[in-house]
T-cell receptor, first 114, second 113 residues
Framework: DAGVTQSPTHLIKTRGQQVTLRCSPK?????VSWYQQALGQGPQFIFQ???????QRGNFPDRFSGHQFPNYSSELNVNALLLGDSALYLC?????????????FGPGTRLTVT | AQSVTQLGSHVSVSEGALVLLRCNYS??????LFWYVQYPNQGLQLLLK??????LVKGINGFEAEFKKSETSFHLTKPSAHMSDAAEYFC???????????FGAGTRLFVKA
């Protein structure tokens, strides 16, 4: 059984560009959460998706948006990239009924904005 | 509002010595508490979690943590450190009604031979 997978592993973008990151949850999981982890810091909650809807959002601007598909996979989109958006982006999936109480993390996507 | 404070950004122990990583939390609702470990260039792996069933929680790799409500603490311990324990450790909290997890800033554990 594959765990949580994320793509791409690394990418480099220029300020002002847009980026899309992808996440496939663990089999049987229906909830996906996204986190931003800046260098030397703990992960910061961006938002959580359940039943294709954004269920809760952290303190991130509208430049950060997401989507969940019927197969529970998810995308994170970031528009108008800033240098400060450089970070490791982590996706976590949860089994039904667990919300954030049981999360399995993917390996992350390392985004560098130049 | 919920928050987590990890005391000490770096902790260094000798191999075979006790590991103690400190975490204090703030929560207005009964919390769920977690410890995660992160190895370089990897995602987070759950070590253990507290869900109000028992105050002493045992996790993987010989780690355990004790929930102390009076001290609002959830410190992580391991009796004997191994070189493979060298990693970043994160304490985290989520509430019974919420969906987001709040992480501490992390403690990097160094293990000396």
């Amino acid at each position: 059984d594959a765990g949580v997978t994320q793509s791409p592993t690394h990418l480099i973008k220029t300020r002002g560009q847009q980026v899309t990151l992808r996440c496939s949850p663990k089999s049987g999981h229906d909830t996906v959460s996204w986190y931003q982890q800046a260098l030397g810091q703990g992960p910061q909650f961006i938002f959580q998706y359940y039943e294709e809807e954004e269920r809760q959002r952290g303190n991130f601007p509208d430049r950060f948006s997401g989507h969940q598909f019927p197969n529970y996979s998810s995308e994170l989109n970031v528009n108008a990239l800033l240098l400060g958006d450089s970070a490791l982006y982590l996706c976590a999936s949860s089994p039904p009924g667990q919300g954030s109480h049981e999360q399995y993390f993917g390996p992350g996507t390392r985004l560098t904005v130049t | 509002a919920q928050s987590v404070t990890q005391l000490g950004s770096h902790v260094s122990v000798s191999e075979g010595a006790l590991v103690l990583l400190r975490c204090n939390y703030s929560s207005s609702v009964p919390p769920y508490l977690f410890w995660y470990v992160q190895y370089p260039n990897q995602g987070l792996q759950l070590l253990l979690k507290y869900t109000s069933a028992a105050t002493l929680v045992k996790g993987i790799n010989g780690f355990e943590a004790e929930f102390k409500k009076s001290e609002t603490s959830f410190h992580l311990t391991k009796p004997s450190a191994h070189m493979s324990d060298a990693a970043e450790y994160f304490c985290a909290v989520s509430g019974t009604g919420g969906f987001k997890t709040i992480f501490g800033a992390g403690t990097r554990l160094f293990v000396k031979a």
